[in-house]
């Protein structure tokens, strides 16, 4: 089983997020992104359709098989439990298009995830976000995925302080996805190559940037859920590493808060 280095679970724990190089081979990222390409063809001579090609994007093997077909399974497996998340059937086909921002504006969109998808009064969290990089992304401002080192700390100190459910009482957490009495640190655009895997905490913020290039900025998103995160939804937002055994041993050694 591919497993995490050393220095890269020490990230995921500090940072909240990892970049793993070369995850997903190029004909698989070629594959994809013709899928894609295909899809905007489709909608753009026929707009009566356009949300039906979308939808049925994501659910697609071009798309779901970067993640069940490669290593990145196997790194879920090595974090979370092989068998402990629900399958992968979707992603979320997230492309960023060229503009004229001048100068561009990295901090707009900041967000968590799931915060307006209310049902029954309970949050839709998850465990992880992983994304795949299908484009080139060396530098800033190429529409990269914008992460805010160590947030995810800091939200598990909030909610220790006010309760999970302070999610459903704060007015700001819906019309915002996220709360202003939490600071944020400084945020970091992720840069990296066409088949490089991005793995996030769930509770770490993050938002997509600009894009000043002249080409589509492709990725993919996928949600992993923990099989008893929809049971239970309250306590990983506090004890934010329960669904990850894989790193149970960097934690204690690290001495990190559970």
Known sequence: MMKLTFDQRKQLIENGYVVVPGVVSDL?????????????????????????????????????????????????????????????????????????????????????????????GIVENFTALVGVLLSD?????????????????LYRHYFEEHGPCVLLTEEAFRTMHRSPNVMLPEPVQVTGRAGDLVICHYQLIHGGGPNVS?????????RVYHREVTQDWETPLVEMWKHWPGLKDDLEREGAAN
């Open 137 to 153: 992304q060396p530098e800033p401002n190429m529409g990269n995925f914008i992460v805010y080192p160590g947030s995810h700390r």
């Open 214 to 222: 002249s080409s589509i900025r492709y990725s993919c998103y996928y």
């Open 28 to 120: 698989l990222v070629r594959r994809a992104v013709k899928a894609i390409n295909h899809a905007l063809g489709k909608s753009a001579h026929d707009a009566q359709h356009e949300t039906n090609y979308v939808r049925e994007l994501g659910r697609r093997a071009e798309i779901t098989d970067l993640f069940n077909e490669t290593s990145a399974s196997a790194l879920l497996d090595s974090l979370v439990g092989e068998g402990n998340y629900n399958p992968i059937v979707s992603a979320q086909v997230a492309l960023r298009f060229p503009d004229y921002q001048d100068p561009p504006n990295p901090y707009a969109g900041a967000h968590l995830d799931g915060m307006l998808k209310l049902k029954d």
